[in-house]
């Protein structure tokens, strides 16, 4: 690693670093103001209207009510809980729930779960650019069919989904609607009444808010069962003390994102769209992974021809900056990413790609030397590459 420059960052979608304005606003929920909001006294009634503040807050952020926000531990217990409770307490009105080949592993291992659990589950596919199609998911709907979960935007490929069709397709036929938002947070206006959202998973660190807290959002009748049973806390819906300075962490994240984000994401979409043009018009078989237009305004995915992940990974790492290769979540795995897998990407093209997501305290000279080293580290793996010689 060259250590006489500082890193470059830029793997949003994996990880953000908590805003310094969030942490104040956290640190004296750990030290004089730690009181525990069920407990009926002063310092207790402090916690009170920080939580309650909290919701106000967070409810604004979505366009929801107050008392339609619950808070969990991170987007994979609000995952869980949305489908398993769902499912749980409608279990009488019908057993089939629809997702898409495209959904983060949380979704898709509860949803594995459920099969377990006798329910039925359809994977609806994904065009080339890993949208769903509205007809395709309407052809997939049954009597039977009581819940659809899809995911706001892919956390990987940054293509988002035509949310607002889906919304009003599952309202017209009875369906309740989950959507996992993490990835849209803070790159699209988020609104469930818009878009006829009945259920929605969002987690506090992709709003630069602390990790470990997440919350669920349910619309009045679409309760789901608790999946951690305890104290009865947020209304019965999930057990266990609040996380308080998480909780306000949270709520400041929400609040600042809410004032930034209109020049937030024009300054990423600057950033990407350059990446897109300079990339594709200077690297020879390259490609652009998701939907050219439809896609996150942080994320630029790309495919190289002849080259596999990993290599570009230690290459850029050798240079300095941090990017990612598959899952932004779990990319330690040396499987080809299911996402990319499900736009018809052969695994060997799948292992070529690479992810770059721009954030909050990226400046345009991170941007300039990414470009810089991308064409060369390209080039130098090809070099290398029996298999891209051997096509040339
Ligand atoms: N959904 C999406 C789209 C994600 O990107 C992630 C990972 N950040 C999760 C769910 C799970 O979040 P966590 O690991 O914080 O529970």
Not at 55 to 61: C, M, Q, S, T, V
């Amino acid at each position: 690693m060259n250590t006489s420059r500082p890193e470059i960052y830029l793997d949003y979608q994996s990880s953000k670093p908590v805003d310094p304005r969030v942490l104040d606003e956290m640190i004296p929920f750990f030290t004089e103001k730690f009181g525990n909001p069920s407990a009926l006294h002063k310092v207790g009634d402090i916690a009170t209207d920080a939580l309650e503040e909290s919701r106000r807050e967070i409810a604004k952020f979505i366009n929801a009510d107050d008392d339609e926000i619950v808070f969990t531990s991170g987007a994979t217990e609000s995952n869980n809980f949305a489908l398993l409770g769902y499912m749980l307490k409608n279990k009488r009105k019908g057993n089939h729930v629809i997702i898409s080949e495209v959904e983060h592993i949380s979704i898709l291992n509860i949803a594995k779960y459920l099969q377990m659990q006798g329910f039925n589950v359809t994977r609806v596919p994904v065009d080339r650019y890993g949208r769903v199609s509205i007809k395709k998911l309407e052809r997939r709907i049954t009597d039977q069919t009581i819940l659809i979960s899809i995911g706001y935007a892919s956390n990987e490929i940054g293509t988002i989904q035509p949310v607002a069709e889906i919304g009003k397709l599952a309202r017209e036929r009875g369906i309740k609607f989950h959507t996992d938002a993490v990835a849209a947070e803070g790159a699209v206006d988020l609104d469930v009444k818009r878009d006829n959202i009945d259920l929605m998973s969002l987690s506090s660190n992709d709003i630069y808010g602390p990790r470990g807290l997440g919350v669920l959002y349910i619309k009045k009748g679409a309760r789901p069962n608790p999946v951690i049973q305890g104290g009865g806390q947020e209304k019965g819906l999930r057990s266990g003390t609040e996380n308080m300075p998480a909780i306000v962490g949270m709520q400041a994240a929400a609040r600042i994102m809410k004032k930034e984000m209109k020049s937030e994401v024009k300054r990423f979409r600057g950033w990407r769209d350059r990446m897109i043009k300079q990339i594709l018009e200077e690297i020879p078989d390259s490609y652009l992974n998701g939907h050219p237009q439809g896609r996150l305004a942080s994320n630029a995915h790309f495919r190289f021809d002849g080259i596999e992940g990993e290599s570009i990974l230690i290459s850029f790492k050798d240079e300095g900056i941090s990017v990612s290769t598959g899952s932004a979540c779990s990319s330690k795995t040396l499987e080809p990413s299911h996402t990319l897998i499900a736009t018809g990407l052969l695994h060997e093209e799948a292992h070529g790609s690479l992810q770059f997501t721009v954030g909050r305290f990226n400046e345009d000279s991170d941007i300039d030397r990414a470009l810089e080293v991308v064409p060369k580290v390209v080039n130098r793996l090809r070099k290398l590459s029996p298999i891209y010689k051997a096509r040339k």
